[in-house]
């Protein structure tokens, strides 16, 4: 490896595998959109990413901003590549998206803030698709179906902001300079930008999902009451026994529609 010792504080698992990066890169979408990377690390990602399209890169190690700064000087001198050193969760709350134009997100992100960030970029209304490594089990929560195990508030979020959502495949450990302990999977996110989830809905979905292998009634009913939750599950003919992984994402936004409308939180 490059002389950098990997920080994990910052979650730096470097990809050092050719034919995954090769394959991330097939997987981008054929489009006009900037792209945007977050944690371009030592730049094996950027270096491929860069061949094709502008590239705006957010990376919080000043280490390695210095190393990304010699090695793409080039690129950085003739626009291909735009360089900001800052926390991107930060970089969102200062200026609420990260390109001021459509954007596909394509990183290798840090798995101690992985969930943030693809929710932020869910929300990030100049974001279309996002394709990001992360660990399997919390890929496989974004991309779950309605009764399947892992169908989650993420799921339905997911879901309810997307026309499409799945992983595109597996990566192991040994693809990784240090190699993480789990499993990495590339989640691709075909964003829905005529869709969007009102103010309150993801509280309202925690307490749904808070005991996941729970009956949703039992959930719901810590901020609705406990009658009023029966009613509404009748009114949207949804079977009091339910477990929260049961149901669509439609239902629940339909069954949030309720709550607000009628009233009906606790
Ligand atoms: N893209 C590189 C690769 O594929 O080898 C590095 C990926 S490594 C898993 C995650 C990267 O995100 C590191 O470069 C790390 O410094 C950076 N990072 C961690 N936290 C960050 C934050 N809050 N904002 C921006 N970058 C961050």
């Not at 869910?122 to 399997?136: A, G, T």
């Not at 009613?231 to 439609?250: G, Q, T, W, Y």
């Amino acid at each position: 490896m490059d002389k950098i010792k990997a920080k994990k504080r910052y979650g730096q698992n470097f990809l050092k595998d050719e034919s995954i990066l090769l394959r991330i890169i097939e997987s981008m979408p054929y489009n006009k959109n900037k792209l945007v990377e977050i944690g371009p690390g030592l730049g094996d990602l950027t270096e491929k990413l860069v061949k094709y399209k502008d590239v705006r890169a957010y990376e919080v190690d000043r280490d390695l901003i210095s190393i990304l700064r010699t090695k793409f000087a080039i690129q950085l001198d003739n626009g291909k590549l735009e360089l900001l050193h800052t926390d991107v969760l930060e970089a969102w709350d200062n200026q609420g998206s990260l390109y001021d134009g459509k954007y596909d997100m394509i990183a290798n992100l840090p798995y101690y803030i992985a969930t943030n960030i693809i929710l932020r970029a869910l929300e990030d209304d100049n974001c279309e698709h996002i394709i990001v490594m992360i660990q399997k089990e919390v890929a496989l929560k974004f991309a779950a179906n309605e009764k399947e195990k892992p169908f989650s508030a993420l799921s339905v979020i997911t879901k309810l902001l997307s026309n499409e959502a799945r992983i595109l495949f597996d990566v192991p450990p040994t693809s990784f300079e240090p190699a993480p302990k789990v499993m990495s999977s590339i989640l691709y996110i075909r964003k829905d930008a005529s869709k969007s989830i009102e103010p309150g809905f993801k509280k309202f979905l925690k307490a749904c999902f808070v005991q996941p292998r729970k009956k949703l009634s039992k959930n719901i009913a810590s901020v609705v009451n406990k009658d009023e939750v029966l009613k509404m599950f009748e009114e949207l003919d949804i079977n009091e026994n339910v477990r929260p992984h049961e149901i669509s994402a439609c239902l629940y936004s339909q069954m949030y529609k309720k709550v607000v409308n009628n009233g009906r939180n606790k």
